[in-house]
């Protein structure tokens, strides 16, 4: 492929918390900043601002990205803030790398915002405006009923047992006591989720991720000036996106396809065979403990319905032969929705330049993927970096 | 440009003030349609897709779930733009030249008639925290503006209700304009003002409708029967969100875009351009947004310009001959999609009573309405750029 190549020159978040006395404007500059200062670079070099948020009805502001577009940095620049439900947060990097390789721009900061606290009582309302006005509204369905509804799916499909989805939440609540902007680190066993309130059976409540404010922002560069302004940039070797139907009720909800194809897309272009074997590190998306194992089976990181037996066998531990979610995920470190995909973009980039801390896995990983998910159980992002320039 | 990147298609919906009888999902299926015919292209071959949507507008959250059905997007890459469709065109073009897209569609519509507060929602875009408190309808911001801006450049109220005049007049000869009125100046000034000095007559009212736009690369493009229109520049860029730290005169976010899209289109001076479709949400954002384009090295000159028939569709610099916003419609994100479907047409030579003659190069200008400083330009031309 033709396409200039793009490097992750800067990544910087705010911490994940329940209610941020910040603004929404001020959270999003914290972690622009914070990502500037990382890349040591000011606004001015920036040429462009890609904003990711998720449903303007959470603040409660029309226009959303547009009230953001400042706080972003998006100030007399090129500015657009791009969309796809849950799944924003991979996909705003996808965005602003198509906005540098195609040459129009020869940086982009990207920003991923979320303040979902200013939704009172519970941003859980304001998820009832996802679904059709007419055939589903009066069911008065919520997400966790749908996610009910996939979660039964999933298991019932491949046998799997509630304790193999527990322990998804175990180990992410685990890993992110280590990640110094988690909002939910803890040590749990399997008992305890299992203890834990039925949300709508299966889920429980230590299944789900917390509703959260937070930012979290990245600079990316064309290669001309990553290579001068970094000596270990992060380079985005692929990217992929796809949307299914808005019917999810004749979908067969066991297996994400969409998922699966978004991650052959960047496979493909990140020049992927074997992903099982080709890549070090993975970051799925796991707003609910059962979406990790759904995702990473659409990533083809595991056989259809077999990734809750290679999480019970260690396979996916920080240690383990394939790290998942060493950031801490969704379940962790929190779910600022857009924000929360991009957190994973940044946990690849700390981890692929051995800079995560007390997080860093070991074996100096080459590789990795993340992934976001969204809308009507219906999106998948996916994005492959590494710290082999590509080819 | 080294790839050249062109619309070879485009399908719209006609405007109409209400659409009862359809759903959103319907008119993209019709415009889709349109489109892919035009085209000559099957939506299977579609790589890629773009929609322009506000999930305000919508009401619906995460709108982005119900757009891939009607366009034959399933299980394909699709995303949303909350934006004007310029924006749209944008994104595709910076996908197609990054090599991921061949063929890229770009959808942008209108169901404005379901808003049945359409002030009320706006008030919500105001900054919730300085701004929305004080209980003003946005529509004063424009009021506030169109003041400092008369004030400022010695343009005149009488120049705005000659713009509305005139894209009224001219959207009598667009069979798909939703407001042609063979209307006054004196009309216009006859009308109540809504906030001084705007006048009711100056601000375009909202039209239901829906446009999609195949783009494709170089190669696609040259094996396609249809008359490409090519993207010779694209820029597009936001000023300050915030009220109170923005410049209430110029125009600085299409300063800005205009800047990038000359660039690429090696324009040195704008009145290279035969046509102008530019925004008029509120007729004296015509002017301003002329000013911004480059067109008048000042405000008064605008006036005097306007006033000798420079824009008028027989004049130097035709201005909105599709009958603009004020015309046709005010159709939310797919504004500026009308304004691209009649540069394409105006190319092609399929403008019948508007064809002007000899259309080589146009431009087209968007606007996302108050309080918002965000902007787009999109430059299209017979002729692929060198």
């Not at chain 1, 007399?76 to 790398?97: D, E, H, I, S």
């Not at chain 1, 998804?168 to 992110?176: D, E, F, G, L």
């Not at chain 2, 494709?216 to 915030?242: L, M, P, Y």
Request: aromatic letters at 8%.
């Amino acid at each position: 492929m033709s396409a200039r190549k793009v490097a992750v020159v800067g990544a910087g978040m705010t911490k994940f918390m329940h209610r941020a006395l910040e603004t929404p404007k001020e959270l999003a500059w914290l972690a622009a900043k914070s990502a500037l200062d990382s890349a040591v670079m000011n606004l001015s070099q920036i040429d462009c601002v890609v904003l990711g948020t998720a449903p303007d009805a959470f603040d409660g502001v029309h226009m959303k990205g547009e009230y953001l577009s400042d706080g972003c940095g998006g100030w007399k620049k090129p500015y657009l803030r791009c969309y796809v439900g849950g799944g924003t947060g991979v996909y705003a990097v996808a965005q602003a790398w198509f906005h540098v390789a195609s040459g129009l721009f020869d940086t982009a900061l990207v920003v991923c915002e979320e303040k979902m606290s200013s939704c009172l009582p519970h941003p859980q309302a304001a998820f009832l405006t996802i679904f059709d006005h007419i055939t589903e509204q009066p069911l008065k369905p919520n997400l966790l009923w749908i996610f009910a509804l996939e979660q039964t799916r999933y298991m019932e499909t491949y046998g799997i047992a509630l304790e193999d989805i527990a322990r998804v939440s175990v180990k992410n609540k685990r890993n992110a006591l280590d990640h110094p902007a988690a909002q939910l680190g803890a040590n749990l066993t399997i008992k305890d989720i299992l203890a834990s309130e039925v949300m709508a059976w299966p889920v429980h409540r230590l299944m789900v991720s917390p509703t959260s404010d937070g930012a979290v922002a990245v600079v990316l560069a064309g290669e001309e000036i990553a290579r001068r302004l970094s000596d270990r940039p992060v380079w985005i070797q692929g990217v992929g996106w796809c949307l299914d139907t808005a019917y999810w009720t004749n979908r067969d909800l066991a297996y994400p396809e969409y998922v699966e194809k978004a991650a052959w897309t960047a496979y493909r272009m990140a020049g992927i065979r074997e992903p099982r074997k080709e890549i070090n590190i993975a970051e799925p998306y796991d707003p609910f403990a059962y979406k990790e194992l759904h995702h990473l089976e659409g990533l083809q990181l595991a056989p259809k319905g077999q990734a809750p037996k290679l999480l019970a066998d260690g396979v996916f531990e920080r240690n383990g032969d394939l790290p998942v979610t060493p950031s801490g995920g969704l379940l962790g470190v929190g779910n600022p929705i857009a924000a929360a995909g991009l957190m994973k973009i940044c946990e690849l980039f700390w981890q692929l330049r051995g800079e995560a801390g007390p997080r860093q896995v070991p074996g100096k990983p080459e590789r990795g993927v993340a992934q976001a998910w969204g809308d009507l159980m219906q999106v998948g992002t996916v994005v492959v970096m590494g710290t082999k320039e590509p080819a | 440009m080294p790839d050249g990147v062109a619309i070879i298609g485009v399908g719209f919906t006609s405007l109409q003030p209400s659409t009862p009888h359809l759903s959103f999902k319907e008119l993209m299926f019709e415009a889709a349609q349109k489109a892919y015919l035009d085209a000559g292209v099957q939506a299977s071959e579609i790589d890629s897709f773009v929609t322009c949507a506000e999930d305000l507008n919508e009401g619906l959250s995460i709108f982005d779930e119900y757009t891939p059905d009607q366009l034959g997007a399933v299980q394909k890459p699709m995303h949303t733009l909350t934006q004007d469709g310029l924006h749209g065109i944008a994104d595709a073009l910076m996908q197609i030249r990054s090599g991921i897209a061949e063929l890229v569609v770009v959808e942008a519509h209108s169901k404005a008639s379901n808003v049945k507060t359409p002030e009320w929602l706006l008030d919500y875009a105001l900054d919730p925290i300085y701004n929305r408190p004080l209980g003003f309808n946005p529509h004063a911001v424009a009021g506030l503006e169109m003041n400092v801006f008369l004030h400022e450049t010695g343009i005149r109220a009488e120049h705005c209700a000659q713009v509305a005049a005139k894209n009224r007049r001219n959207a009598l000869r667009n069979p798909v304009a939703a407001y042609p009125l063979a209307l006054t100046p004196m009309h216009v000034e006859s009308s109540p003002y809504v906030a001084y000095p705007l006048r009711e007559a100056e601000i375009a009212e909202r039209a239901d409708g829906c446009v999609v736009v195949v783009l494709a690369n170089e190669a696609r493009t040259q094996r396609s029967h249809s008359k490409a229109a090519w993207i010779c520049g694209v820029g597009f860029a936001n000023d300050s969100a915030t009220l109170e730290s923005r410049d209430w005169v110029r125009a600085e976010y299409i300063r800005i875009a205009a800047e990038r899209a000359y660039r690429q289109a090696s324009i040195q001076n704008p009145r290279e351009i035969r046509l102008f479709e530019v925004d008029d949400t509120y007729a004296y954002k015509e002017l301003q947004h002329l000013i911004a384009l480059g067109l008048y090295s000042e405000g008064a000159e605008a006036g005097r310009s306007l006033e000798a028939g420079e824009t008028k569709p027989d004049g130097k610099i035709p201005v909105n001959v599709s009958g603009g916003a004020l015309g046709m419609g005010l159709s939310l994100e797919a504004s500026g999609l009308y304004r691209v479907v009649e540069l394409v047409l105006q190319l092609r030579g399929q403008a019948s009573a508007r064809q002007l003659a000899d259309v080589r190069l146009g431009l087209a200008q968007s606007w996302r309405g108050v309080p918002t400083t965000s902007g787009a330009v999109v430059i299209l031309g017979t002729e692929q750029p060198k």
